[in-house]
């Protein structure tokens, strides 16, 4: 699904992505930890295309489709979901509304036809209900007064409707309290198929209490330097990140 190869990138003269190699295959569930700095979400932004960073080597695949050049919302036409760190709020769009729209220019981008209303409420009702959503919750307006819960809720609904092949979560540090892991955990879980992979980053090994990943990556100083099962993750929270940082010393 992603194959990441001997990829740096960085902003202006500054590297901070040091030669990543990744292979996510569909069906899978990959962690990526590390200590803050390490360049977690420099690495799921330049998955995702954002534009501030500058890919200065290597290649991002997707299904084999080399797509490093593509922009961002390319990319996102092609099944790559980005959650949002800093959502921003849309007074007066619904969080239905937005969806629909988002739907409906991905189909757009591909030459199809809008997708039919009813078909559209369907896949809405259906989506809402897995994920146990409230009708009342669809209508309100986009991330306007959203506890750190219903952001995620939120997320994790467009996530359910855009059917990413692959999902990239970055889940930061502040702000995600119990309710709001277990709404992403319960989420991934009930999304995650053969057909789709999963990154979650995180810098908690909690989260990976809810999610069980096939497999944790650490990364540090903008290197992938250690990658193992989930009982990576349960080793570094035992232990912390010092013991890596002084692996890749030695
Ligand atoms: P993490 O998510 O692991 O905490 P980041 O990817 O946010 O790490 O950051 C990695 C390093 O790159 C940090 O030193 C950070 O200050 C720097 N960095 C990230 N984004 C930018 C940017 N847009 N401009 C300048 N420096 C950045
Ligand atoms: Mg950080
Ligand atoms: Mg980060």
Redesign the pocket.
């Known amino acids: 699904m992603l194959t990441i190869k001997n990829l740096h990138a960085?902003?202006?003269d500054?590297e901070?992505?040091k030669g990543i190699d990744l292979e996510v295959k569909a069906g899978e569930v990959h962690a990526i930890m590390?200590?803050?700095?390490?360049?977690?979400?420099?690495?799921?932004?330049v998955i995702a295309g954002k534009e501030?960073?500058e890919v200065t080597q290597g290649e991002i695949y997707l299904e084999g489709e080399d797509i490093s050049e593509l922009e961002a919302d390319e990319r996102a036409h092609k099944g790559v979901f980005m959650s949002f760190q800093y959502p921003v709020e849309i007074p007066g769009v619904s969080v239905t509304n937005f969806i629909k729209t988002a739907i409906n220019e991905t189909r757009k981008a591909k030459g199809e036809d809008e997708m039919p209303a009813s078909e559209m409420l369907k896949k809405i009702r259906e989506k809402a209900e897995l994920l146990e959503i409230d009708r009342k919750f669809l209508s309100r307006s986009l991330n306007e007064g959203f506890s750190g819960g219903e952001k995620k809720r939120n997320e994790i609904f467009q996530m359910a409707m855009l059917e990413p092949k692959l999902a990239i979560l970055?889940e930061?540090?502040s702000g995600l309290d119990i309710d709001a892991l277990r709404i992403v955990a319960n989420g991934v879980n009930k999304l995650r198929s053969k057909d789709n992979a999963v990154v979650v980053?995180t810098?908690y090994q909690r989260l990976l209490d809810y999610i069980v990943p096939d497999y944790v990556h650490v990364?540090h100083n903008?290197r992938i330097v250690k990658s193992g099962s989930k009982e990576l993750a349960l080793e570094l929270e035992e232990k912390g990140y010092d013991w890596i940082k002084q692996e890749v010393v030695n």
């Open positions: 960085g902003v202006e500054k901070i992505l590390g200590p803050n700095g390490s360049g977690k979400s420099t690495l799921s932004s501030e960073y970055d930061t540090d980053i810098h990364l903008g």
